[in-house]
Every structure is written in C-alpha cells, then in structure tokens.
C-alpha cells in the first residue's frame, strides 16, 4: 500500500523530494518508471544540483554552448581527463616540459637528463625517439614547439651552471636528424616558431650595471644557404630593460589559429597605464660594441636631448607632468652640479635610460586595429616589467608583414639616429611575479605535487592529478580533450584519460547511446 502511494504522488511532490537527493541518488530513482524518469530530468532540478555539487556562484549563468543542465553537469563529470592510465618512466631526471603536435600523433618531453623524447601517441603510449643533447655541452632541455605542419621540432636548452645562456635547435621529424642550432640568450627566452621555416631567438647586451638590451632574432631553421646573398638570420626588434629586468617567454599569437577578439586588447581604455613611466619600452642592439657606443654617445648628448627632445605629452595632468619631468630635473641638476646631494651612479644610469625612452624610441607608422582582427597578422607575447628583476608585465608588439622572412637587410629595415630602439605597442601589468604563461590556458601545476584541470567560465577546479613531486607541465591533446599529460620532478609522465573515454577502451563492443541515464553510473555501479 505505502509503495503504490508513493508511486501516486503528483509530480510536484516528486520534484521537491529529488531535490533533497543527490545526483547519484537522482539516477539510481530515476530507473523506477517512466513518470520518475521524467521528474529526473527537470531542468530546474539539474541546475540545483549542479550549483550544489560544483559549488559554483550562482550568479554564474550556464554556458552558452550547453544544451542542458543535465548534460552540463554530464559533461563536466564524464569528460575530464581526470583518471590516470599509464606512467611513463624513461627519463632519468627531473621532467620539465610536455609539448604536442597539431595532428595529436606526437608529443615531446624535455627533462633534465638533457635529453628530448619524442612519443607515439597510442592507446598506449610508445617513446619513438630519444635525442641526447649533452654533446653539444647543453646541461638540461627545457621546452619544445612542433612545427604548425608538425615536420620539425624546436627544442630549447641550457648550457652549463653558471651561464645564463642557451640554445635552440631544430629536429627533423622525418629522420630525427639536427637541422639548426642557434644561440638564446638569456636561456628563458625559450624561443618559439614564428610559421613553418623561421623562429625566433634572444640575446641581451648590457649597456649599462642595471640597463640592458634584448634583441629578438628571426632565424630560419634551415641554416643551408645556396647563396651568400641569402640570409639566415634578421634583427626583428630592439628592446630596453631597466632595473636588471629581461625580456622572456617569447611566444607568438596567431589570429589565424586563435580567432578572438580578446587578442587586441582596448588600447584606448588603458592609455593612461601604457603611458606611464613605468612602462616596458623594446630597446634592442646588435652587438655590444654597438651598444657601448650607443650609451656614450647618449650620454654626452643628455642635456641636449633634455632641452630639444623631450616635450610634456598633451593630456597629462599636473602630477603625471610632474612625476614624468623629474628625471629632467634630476639629469639637469645633475649636469648643472646643483643637485644636493649628489646623485649616485645607479641613479643617474637609471634616469638617462627613462629620459632617453622617449626620444630614441621609433614609434610604427601603421596604427593598430583596435576593433577587428587583421587576417593573418601576428603578435609577439612575452613577459617583462621594470620595476623589478622578475617580470611583472605582459609586453605585446605587432608583427608586420615585411618582418616575417629573412629577405633584407641583416639589420632589419634602416633606422634613423633617434631610432634606436623599438617601442612596445602595448603592456599589461600583473602586478605580481609572472613565472608561466600560455595561450588560452585549461590547466597549471603546481608544487604541492598537484596539476589542477580548470574550468574558465564557472571559474572551478574539475579534477586534481596526483604526482609524487612537484608538477612542472600540464598539457591537453589538441585534438581530444578527454586527454591529458603531466609531467613531474618526480621523473615521470603520466598520462590522464576521461572516464568516458575509459569506458569506451575497456568495452567489448561499441557502446550503445543510452537515454535513461549516465552510462558511466550504470558502469561504476555494475
């Protein structure tokens, strides 16, 4: 009697019991009969028990993409990469990089046993190729990028203890064999593809105790030449660092592959934070003769500079116009001996390297497109910052079409005595330490022995991969985001696959689309 009561009651009363259920809970009732089913699968239902189990902020709305409370929720349980199914132990140290290809076929790993393994990406996993670098006097291998056609690999190492230098080399992937070698300098520049035959490099000259200049080289990565009039190289831009500070993590963002508008960023809406004195400005040179050449000529020529050069900028207020004329003030009574008390060394490097931002910087002529993307343009990403050694800024230059190849002049395009530098189009300010950064990043590790899968739009944490040390590289498939690798210090690789995704391996045959309820619950509970 009591059973065929509750099979009696009206929906409604149905509904605010479930509510008082958990999922599983929900699941398992809604096998009883075709009425329950259907209670089950009220979307007012689903959302409850999706902000309940997520813990989301309910001011979150769904996902425009999602069809349903009920297959969001299926979604974000059933298609995580978050079930380990193998360990990879062919490194002998520390694994500090995982990169895929495109096609999904191939991915690298780059450890500090300096070697970079390249691996078949099977059902299960197959190392393909071990290339050892330490017989070009390379300590570790850091990072590696496949190329956009996946025929060649750049791999990007560090030289010995107490060097601040690296190198970038070039893989075949057709016989593995070594292409290229090119000079990085400093090694955390990493370097990275520009299109399918060029790269990009770095290399710092300091110009002064606390001011440097990075210059950031177009390469191609075939280093044969059929003639001398053909280069291999070509001087992309010229940047400033102040305070010790170097630019690094250079990648490139393809408007191509990443079509977003969130890549050109509102330039008039942060003009006064790129205006300011703090900002990070490309100083670039290429040599150190040159350099050192350059500072003493600037030098002589401060005071100059200071009455001819320097203008007060339209649309200031009387503090910014103050703040920005104190290092004239300061140069001139410097200059003047006038100034008490006398100013030190340091101070007075750092006051010419600001002033002289403003009048030996060259400004592009073409204006940047503030509200669409250009088809096929580029933009150079990197970290930098001013203020302090580490980088604490986001610095973006455009990448114009006549820079894109080697043809020219070694040099690069011809520059004006007040040209000496490149000018950043925009930067943006963290304010904190940047120690990673990546395009439209899912995923991070951490060094509580943890890689963490991330969801951008409900702003949660969907799944937490257990390593034995601290985890240095968290890379999805291009191709299949129900796989996942991480990388560790503990030695290891470990490969992550969804529960789904599982299910289907393990099956005898192909799996029927069932409509009553989660596949993978029928399974867990099977």
């Known amino acids: 009697m009591e059973c065929a009561t509750m099979y009696c009651l009206p929906d409604s009363i149905l509904y605010q019991i479930f509510l008082n259920l958990s999922y599983e809970e929900v699941l398992v009732v809604s096998q009883v009969c075709r009425r329950w089913y259907a209670v089950s699968r009220d979307e007012f239902l689903w959302k409850e028990l999706f902000y309940q189990y997520y813990r989301i902020d309910r001011c979150i709305p769904r996902h425009p993409a999602a069809v349903s409370w009920y297959e969001e929720f299926k979604r974000l349980y059933d298609t995580i990469p978050c079930v380990e ?13 995982l ?6 076929y191939l991915f690298a790993s780059c450890s500090k046993d300096c070697t970079v393994k390249i691996w078949n990406n099977d059902l299960v996993i197959s190392l393909l190729h071990s290339c050892n670098m330490k017989p070009y006097s390379w300590r570790y291998t850091q990072f590696s990028q496949f190329n956009s056609d996946d025929t060649l690999l750049l791999v990007s190492g560090v030289f010995g203890l107490q060097s601040s230098s690296g190198e970038i080399a070039v893989i075949s992937l057709d016989d593995f064999s070594l292409l290229s070698r090119v000079r990085n300098k400093p090694y955390d520049v990493f370097g990275c593809w520009l299109d399918d035959t060029h790269l990009i490099s770095g290399n710092l000259h300091w110009i002064g105790s606390m001011t440097s200049c990075s210059v950031l080289w177009l390469n191609r990565a075939f280093q044969d030449i059929e ?26 963002a393809d408007c191509n592959q990443h079509n977003n508008p969130h890549l050109l960023l509102d330039y008039e809406s942060q003009l006064a934070s790129s205006a300011s004195t703090c900002r990070i400005f490309d100083l670039g040179s290429d040599s150190e003769d040159e350099d050192l050449r350059m500072c003493k000529e600037i030098t002589e020529s401060a005071r100059e500079d200071v009455a001819d050069d320097v203008k007060p900028l339209e649309w200031k207020t ?54 669409e993307i250009v088809e096929g343009q580029k933009y150079l990403i990197f970290t930098t910052g001013c203020l302090t050694y580490s980088p604490h800024q986001i610095g973006i230059k455009r990448i114009l079409p006549h820079q894109m190849t080697t043809l020219g002049p070694v040099l690069g395009e011809e520059r004006t005595s007040t040209e000496f530098f490149d000018r950043l189009d925009h930067t943006i300010d963290v304010h904190g330490h940047i120690i990673g950064m990546g395009l439209s990043p899912d995923h ?3 060094e509580d022995r943890h890689g963490y899968i991330w969801d951008r739009h409900y702003n949660i944490c969907l799944a937490k991969l257990q390593h034995g040390d601290v985890v240095n590289s968290v890379c999805f498939s291009p191709v299949d985001q129900e796989l996942l690798l991480t990388a560790s210090d503990d030695r290891t690789i ?11 391996m393990h099956s005898k045959r192909p799996p029927k689309p069932r409509k009553l309820m989660f596949s993978w619950y029928l399974n867990q509970n099977s």
């Open 99 to 104: 990169s895929f290809s495109h096609t999904g």
């Open 85 to 97: 199914v193998q360990t990879l132990k062919d490194h002998q140290d520390q694994v500090l990089h």
């Open 227 to 252: 003639s001398e009039d053909v280069n291999v190289v070509k001087r992309l831009f010229k940047l400033q660092n102040l305070n010790a500070s170097t630019i690094r993590t250079v990648m490139v």
């Open 494 to 504: 470990k490969v992550w696959r969804s529960p789904r995704v599982l299910r289907i």
């Open 318 to 371: 009387n503090e910014e116009m103050e703040m920005e004329n104190e290092p004239q003030q300061l140069l001139n009574g410097f200059l003047d001996d006038s100034l008490q008390p006398a100013m030190t060394e340091p101070q007075l490097e750092a006051t010419t390297a600001k002033l002289l931002v403003k009048s030996w910087s060259k400004v592009d002529s073409d204006e940047i497109p503030t509200s």
């Open 444 to 446: 991070s590790g951490a």
